[in-house]
């Protein structure tokens, strides 16, 4: 089995009965629920930071289990305390160094929503160091592939990141993209 395929095992969790729709079957209503108000979020930042929706849904439902599992209170992708933190858990981890797994005790920035959480990843991928080429090429080519691979290549493992492709890729990520870029119906 690859790699990726092992990790997306992982994500198909107890509390959904279905497998992840990648595999054709339908997700859990929950799961959608999730991912519908992430859509909202993620189109709103996209709107300000012209940060790509989609990529940023993928890293949220990898590094959180579609939403379900964030680290702390509200951190839904992982991000380790920074300075510009005001709040921060510390949390028992793995990280992959030379390719094998070592456990780590680590602090981790926290959040008070979603929102703020998403917020912060879009300042990381928009204005952090270890993104600004693959920012800077983006902003000129409007690649979101390339903006991905850049990314993900140095938010994490191979296999992280085609997982996270093969996330940004799905139809009902896109689907919930589209129903949040339409504007509210007022009754």
Not at 13 to 31: F, H, L, N, Q
Not at 127 to 132: E, K, L, N, S, T
Request: aromatic share 8%.
């Amino acid at each position: 089995m690859q790699p990726w395929k092992i990790a997306a095992l992982l994500i198909c969790t107890a509390t959904i009965t279905k497998c992840p729709i990648w595999w054709g079957v339908e997700v859990d209503s929950e799961r959608q629920e999730r991912l519908n108000e992430v859509a909202v979020v993620a189109v709103r930042l996209e709107a300000q930071t012209g940060l790509p929706a989609r990529l940023m849904i993928a890293q949220w439902a990898v590094e959180s289990n579609w939403g379900a599992k964030p680290i702390g209170k509200a951190n839904y992708f992982g991000m380790k305390k920074a300075d510009r933190h005001t709040q921060c858990c510390t949390v028992a981890t793995h990280e992959v160094e030379h390719g094998k797994l070592v456990p780590k005790t680590l602090d981790f920035a926290d959040y008070n929503s979603l929102a703020e959480s998403c917020e912060d990843y879009a300042w990381l991928i928009t204005h952090g160091a270890p993104y600004a080429a693959a920012w800077a090429a983006f902003r000129q080519d409007h690649d979101v592939n390339r903006l991905a691979h850049a990314v993900l290549s140095v938010y994490a493992t191979a296999q992280y990141g085609a997982l996270a492709l093969q996330i940004a890729a799905q139809d009902n990520v896109q689907q919930a993209i589209t129903a949040a870029e339409k504007p509210p119906v007022v009754a």
